[in-house]
Every structure is written in structure tokens, then in C-alpha cells.
């Protein structure tokens, strides 16, 4: 089932969530239901606070190419284990913030350990876009917009049109 995704300003999104205790069929269900939004907004990444879920929960597939096999990924617990000295600079766009756009440098390769749809504990190292997108997802869940890494003008010019944009959504 496809979620409505949050916009920014709105406190949930402004949150840090929850860890998860105990992986149950409902939170296996979010996932799914996150993974379906993610692809039909379409989106590389979601994370649960931007479907108004304050638990520690991501979904990812980075795989842009035309016919080319998807990679639907869900980490419970995601965190951050080991980052380079090396940086990327990306021209991020957000799924809350549509339509904004801005240059983010972040670490170009990072080691994420997080728990599996299974309960497994898991630990991989990214690179590339995928780098770049599972830390944009983490910040989700510590209350962190790409924005929030912006120049604090460009940052208000940005929060201003996204108010005008739920204005204009709410008359209709
Ligand atoms: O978290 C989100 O809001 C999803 C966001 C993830 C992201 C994008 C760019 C850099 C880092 C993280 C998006 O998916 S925005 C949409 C997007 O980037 C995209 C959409 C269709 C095809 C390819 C990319
Ligand atoms: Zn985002």
C-alpha cells in the first residue's frame, strides 16, 4: 500500500526516531509499503519519519539504469560504522522537498551496519550514489534535512517556497 509522504516544514520530520526493538509483521509491512511509495514517487531512497513513522527504519535501491534488475533494500537500526576522509559532492533532491535542489558533500565512502527484514545483522561498505543516499536516509532519522547542510539563506528561500507549495495544497 503507497503512503502519503510528509512535506517539509512538519515537526515529524524534524524528529529523531526511535530504534526498533523487536522486528515485527507490521514493521516488515512498512517496509514494504515504503519501498512501493519510494518506487511509484519515483525516488532512489525513504525514509519511515517522511511517511510519519518515528522509527528507525530506511528503504533504498540506487539502480537508475533502464532494464536493469531493481535492488530494494530495508535497514532497520542503520548506522553509520566507518566513514573516508575522501568526499563526494552530489546535487541532492528529496522526496519531502520536491522539486529543491542542493549541493551536498558527504563522506564518498561509508561502512553501514543495520539489521535485515530477517533479523540479521548486517554490515556493507558503499560507494557512489548509494553512499550518498544511505546517509541522506540515515539523516532522515536523526531529524536532518539535506537543506539543513545548505547556506542558511538558500536554506530559507527553499523552506519559504515548500510553505507556499502546502498553502497552495491545501486550498485545492
Ligand atoms: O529521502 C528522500 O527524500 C529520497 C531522495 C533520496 C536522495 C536523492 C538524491 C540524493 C540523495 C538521496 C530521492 O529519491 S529524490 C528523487 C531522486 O533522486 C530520483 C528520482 C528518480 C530517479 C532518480 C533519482
Ligand atoms: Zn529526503
Known amino acids: ?31 514494504d509499503d515504503m519501498l512501493e511509495t519510494m518506487y511509484d514517487a519515483p525516488g532512489i531512497g525513504l525514509a519511515a519519519p517522511q511517511v510519519g513513522v518515528l522509527s528507525r527504519l530506511i528503504v533504498l535501491d540506487c539502480i537508475k539504469e533502464e532494464g536493469a534488475a531493481p535492488r530494494p533494500m530495508a535497514m532497520f537500526n542503520p548506522e553509520v560504522v566507518a566513514s573516508s ?7 541532492e533532491g528529496c522526496l519531502s522537498i520536491p ?3 542542493g549541493e551536498v558533500t558527504r563522506p564518498a565512502e561509508v561502512e553501514i551496519a543495520w539489521i535485515d527484514r530477517d533479523g540479521n545483522a548486517q554490515k556493507q561498505v558503499f560507494d557512489g ?19 539543513d547542510h545548505l547556506k542558511p539563506l538558500k536554506r530559507q528561500m527553499i523552506t519559504r517556497k515548500m510553505q507556499k507549495l502546502k498553502r497552495e495544497l491545501a486550498r485545492g
Open 85 to 91: 576522509d575522501e568526499t563526494n559532492v552530489y546535487d
Open 129 to 147: 550514489l548509494w553512499a550518498t543516499c544511505v546517509q541522506h536516509e540515515i539523516d532522515h532519522l536523526n531529524g536532518k534535512l539535506f537543506i
Open 1 to 31: 500500500m503507497k503512503r502519503p509522504i510528509l512535506i517539509h516544514p512538519d515537526p515529524r520530520l524534524k524528529k529523531v526516531c526511535a530504534p526498533v526493538d523487536d522486528l515485527s509483521d507490521a514493521l516488515r509491512r512498512l517496509a
Open 99 to 101: 522539486e529543491q535542489y
